[in-house]
């Protein structure tokens, strides 16, 4: 089975700390996914990557970014973290282009910004 | 832009009956994955059912169908004799099929059973 793990299932941290979401997939997935998601606005991408350090921009990118230094680790960064960045981010992997797949989740990050 | 758009933020089901979440989307592209997704209550997202545009076909995954209408853009999930354990919130969602490229998912349905 393919497994996507979250470093952490509940986070708090301090407004204007720098935040590390961890996430690691062992299926050697070439893309990998970071999303937001908050009551009835669904999932959202922030980031996702495609390939070891590339990585490109979603629908809400700004205040966060990302790191891939290994295919299987994708990295969310919340370079100082505001109370608005009080979410659940979810991680994902799939296979790349043209095969014929979906995508699979972590668990889940919750968030609290205080 | 490619969007998908559930219209039912919720709904309700008495258990053993069938219910169906719609979904429609709005693309350009001829080759896709559309996608359904289940999230339980506290739980991990996980696919339901999964089908290629390429295909005249509609998915079935046991209790799970679809109802795929490529001209008009639309993919309905209906399940039948509902369980407590369909309780949960549904994502619709397209991927173009010859790029990596990003999910797209819907805002979701959330799915009551009725005892």
């Known amino acids: 089975d393919v497994k996507v793990t979250q470093s952490s299932r509940y986070l708090v941290k301090r407004t204007g700390e720098k935040v590390f979401l961890e996430c690691v997939q062992d299926m050697d997935h070439e893309n990998m996914f970071w999303y937001r998601q908050d009551p009835g606005l669904g999932l959202r991408l922030i980031y996702f990557?495609?390939?070891?350090?590339?990585?490109e921009k979603g629908d809400i990118p700004e205040g966060y970014s990302v790191s891939r230094e290994k295919k299987e680790r994708f990295s969310l960064i919340l370079e100082s973290a505001s109370t608005n960045q009080t979410s659940m981010y979810l991680c994902?992997?799939?296979?790349?282009?043209?095969?014929?797949?979906?995508?699979?989740f972590g668990q889940g990050t919750r968030l609290t910004v205080v | 832009a490619q969007t998908v758009t559930q219209s039912q933020p919720e709904m309700s089901v008495q258990e053993a009956e069938t219910v169906t979440l719609s979904c429609t989307y709005d693309t350009s592209e001829s080759d896709y994955y559309l996608f359904w997704y289940k999230q339980p209550p506290s739980r991990q997202m996980i696919l339901v059912i999964r089908q290629e545009a390429y295909k005249q076909q509609n998915a079935t995954e046991n209790r799970f169908s679809v109802n795929f209408q490529k001209a008009a853009k639309s993919f309905s999930l209906k399940i039948s004799d509902s369980q407590l354990g369909d309780a949960a919130m549904y994502f619709c969602a397209y991927r173009w099929m010859n790029r990596d490229d990003k999910i797209i998912f819907g805002k979701g349905t959330r799915l009551h059973i009725l005892p």
């Open positions: 994902a992997s799939s296979l790349g282009a043209g095969m014929n797949t979906e995508a699979f």
């Open positions: 990557s495609y390939d070891v350090k590339m990585k």
